[in-house]
């Protein structure tokens, strides 16, 4: 009698019901609505989450490691007045504290380029390639040059560079703070092989020399050493007791530390 036995007078038009639509009239939204409310509160929990150990992992870097371009910014004056504060520190007449700026709402350090007082990887750098290519040359005078003796004195010289890198983060975990940069603690370090390489170069042109240069450098690096640390200890960690015997022995003992280091890497072939 009709055309569709599924169809009723007075209904033809009418989309057919959904039998489960009319037993859960609210399914289809809690359906359509649930991953929706899933997903944006996952990716608000993410975000935080990630974004609150980015900054986790960002402050602890930057808390031991520095951005190593920071070492290379340097010009012909700053090396100039660096290696007069290194080489002879009873003649440096201004502070020993680095100047600070504000950047990106954290207390930051102006580069060498701005700053002597600032650490720089370049002089240490190229103080332990002078020392390299004295060490050859002092060699050659000797009638000892090889490429292993040569290959000898650089890894002790690398070995020096990290018993220094040592002594000085030790120092500072035995005082109760270990927290400066690591590129800072190396670069202190590197330092050694201006006054090193100073020495071998006066022996090389007097002999006798060496034996007036080695201890008045070491007296020269102890001394620039214990006013660095101590300005690190007191400025930058803030656990430097002012009156603190402990802490006093213990500066001390790092720059008498400083005599057979350096007469120990300025020992070449046996001379």
């Given at each position: ?7 009723r ?11 489960q639509?009319?037993?859960?009239p609210f399914g ?11 997903r944006?509160?996952?990716?608000a929990?993410?975000e935080k ?23 290379f ?9 660096k290696l007069?504060?290194?080489?002879f ?6 502070h020993?504290?680095r ?5 990106a709402?954290?207390l930051?350090?102006?580069p060498?380029i701005?700053?002597?007082n600032?650490?720089d990887?370049y002089i240490?750098?190229?103080s332990f390639?002078t ?7 002092t060699?050659g005078?000797l ?12 890894t002790r ?6 018993l220094?890198f040592?002594?000085?983060?030790g ?5 109760g ?15 050694a ?8 170069f006066?022996r090389i ?12 450098m070491?007296?020269?690096m102890?001394v620039?050493l ?5 300005r ?6 803030r656990?430097?007791e ?17 005599f ?8 070449i072939g046996?001379?």
């Amino acid at each position: 009698m009709y055309d569709n036995p599924g169809t009723r007078p007075g209904m033809q038009g009418m989309p057919p019901l959904n039998p489960q639509s009319q037993q859960n009239p609210f399914g289809n939204a809690f359906y359509t609505a649930g991953p929706g409310l899933i997903r944006t509160g996952l990716g608000a929990y993410g975000e935080k989450f990630f974004g609150s150990s980015s900054e986790f992992m960002q402050s602890n870097i930057s808390r031991y490691f520095s951005n190593p371009q920071y070492y290379f910014q340097v010009n012909d004056q700053y090396v100039k007045n660096k290696l007069k504060v290194v080489l002879f520190p009873f003649l440096h007449r201004g502070h020993w504290t680095r100047i600070s700026e504000p950047v990106a709402g954290r207390l930051s350090y102006k580069p060498p380029i701005y700053d002597i007082n600032a650490p720089d990887l370049y002089i240490p750098l190229m103080s332990f390639g002078t020392y390299v290519v004295l060490a050859g040359f002092t060699l050659g005078l000797l009638g000892k040059f090889s490429p292993e003796a040569l290959s000898m004195q650089f890894t002790r010289g690398l070995i020096g560079w990290v018993l220094q890198f040592v002594l000085l983060k030790g120092l500072l975990y035995s005082m109760g703070s270990g927290e400066a940069p690591l590129l800072d603690m190396f670069s202190y370090g590197g330092y050694a092989f201006t006054g090193i390489s100073l020495a071998i170069f006066g022996r090389i042109l007097w002999r006798y020399s060496y034996y007036f240069l080695m201890p008045w450098m070491c007296l020269c690096m102890g001394v620039f050493l214990v006013k660095t640390m101590k300005r690190v200890l007191f400025t930058e960690m803030r656990t430097y007791e002012k009156h603190s015997s402990r802490h006093h022995y213990l500066l001390l003992l790092m720059a008498v530390a400083q005599f057979p280091l350096f007469f120990w890497l300025g020992s070449i072939g046996g001379a």
